[in-house]
Each structure stands twice: as C-alpha cells, then as structure tokens.
C-alpha cells in the first residue's frame, strides 16, 4: 500500500468550480511534488516544495495553486479551471528534493474531469 | 534530445514467462540513479527498483531486475515468471545529481497472456 494518499480519488468539476486535491505523508520526507498525467503519456512536473518552500513551478497556469500546510501536506487548488486540464494528477513525496538516490513515492493520484 | 528512451510502445509475453522491457538514457552527469514504475490502470506508480550509477552489482527486487550496462547506457528491466497481475505501464526514470528534474520515458505497456 502507498504511503502517499491523496484524496479525492475523482473529482467532476465544472469550469466556473473552486476546489482543492489534497496529498498526506507520514514518511518525514522532505520533498513533495504534484505531477499531472495525461492518458497513455508520462507524468510531467508541476510543482516541487522542498522543505515546505515551493522549490520549482514549471510553468503552471495560476489557475493551478499549490500550497504546503507543512511538511505531511500538500494541497493543489483548481480554479476557473478548462477541460484540457482534465488528468490524473499524481503526488509525490521523496526524502529530499535533490540526489540522484533518492526515491520518488506516489499517491493513487486523483482523477480529475472538467466539465 | 530525450533523456530517457523506451522504444517498445507495447510488449506481450505468456503468464509465467520472463519479459525484458527496454530503457535508454543520456547523460553527462557521472553520478545518477534509475529507476522504473509500473503503473496499472487505477493510476498509482508504484516503484520497482532502482539502480545507482556507482552500483557494481544488477539491482534485483523480488521478480525484477534491472539489467544495467553503464557503457550501453542502457537500464533494462526483467521481469521474471510473468503473472497476470504485471498486465501495466512500465516507465523507466533517471535522476541525475546536478538537476532538479525527474525524467520518465515514453512507456511501455506489458500485457500479460493467459
């Protein structure tokens, strides 16, 4: 079982819609991640924090949010969000955020649809 | 250029044959880790193995190992005694020790026949 939960699993959301996915670890990692899938692609990076900091935003729309509480939580909120936007966004944590040894665990991921 | 290469799209193999899932990568960094996921069709990746670029031995995790040649650049993983349970996506990954980046490959999706 992962260690790295995110909840919800699905969320249906319409364009106009405020809501939050959210992500909890109880290894002490250091570095959480939010990743966004698109159907038969790999996963592309979103966002890193580090130590509770955002480390890396690549580039993500503001209408994609992140925070972290503290170090066991992280939370992605949607707003005025489009279709294309509909994906599997996947959480991550590792130990830390840089050295090529480290490990990067995932949650289920949460399935998101615009509608 | 890509950093990580998995050049089969999809595999097959018989339930309780071995399968070898293909990975390349390119980097100039000596110092570099591998890893692959699988990922069935519910989402979750769920980490395999790794290999660490100074590692003088294969990695082996159960029925996976990682068939490493560091001159080929090459990271390929073997599954042994398939089961239908393996039926996923494979991604192959690197991190490099200069980087911020986690790279994933293309995928491959192994099917697994009865």
């Known amino acids: 079982d992962t260690e790295v939960t995110q909840t919800p699993k699905h969320l249906v959301m319409g364009m106009t819609n405020k809501k939050s996915l959210k992500c909890e670890q109880h290894?002490?990692?250091?570095?959480m991640y939010w990743y966004k899938q698109k159907a038969k692609k790999p996963p592309e990076l979103m966002f890193v924090?580090?130590?509770?900091?955002?480390?890396i935003n690549e580039s993500v729309p503001s209408r994609f949010s992140p925070e972290c509480p503290n170090s066991s939580l992280l939370n992605l909120h949607l707003h005025a969000l489009q279709p294309e936007d509909s994906a599997l966004y996947l959480c991550?944590?590792?130990?830390?955020?840089?050295?090529?040894?480290?490990?990067?665990?995932f949650g289920e991921g949460s399935w998101l649809t615009v509608v | 250029a890509q950093k990580i290469t998995q050049t089969q799209p999809g595999m097959f193999v018989q339930e309780k044959e071995a399968v070898t899932l293909d990975c390349t990568y390119d980097?100039?960094?000596?110092?570099?880790?591998l890893f692959w996921y699988k990922q069935p069709s519910s989402g979750e990746m769920i980490f395999l193995i790794y290999?660490?670029?100074?590692?003088?031995q294969n990695a082996t995790e159960g029925r996976y190992s990682l068939n490493f040649q560091k001159a080929r650049k090459s990271a390929n993983l073997v599954i042994s005694a398939s089961q239908l349970g393996d039926s996923a996506m494979y991604f192959c990954?690197?991190?490099?020790?200069?980087?911020?980046?986690?790279?994933f490959g293309t995928g491959t999706s192994l099917t697994v026949i009865p």
């Open positions: 290894m002490g990692h250091r570095a």
């Open positions: 924090y580090s130590y509770e900091k955002l480390s």
């Open positions: 980097t100039s960094d000596p110092s570099y880790g």
């Open positions: 991550a944590s590792s130990p830390w955020h840089r050295d090529s040894g480290n490990t990067i665990y």
């Open positions: 990954a690197m991190r490099e020790n200069t980087g911020n980046q986690f790279y």
């Open positions: 290999q660490g670029s100074y590692d003088q």
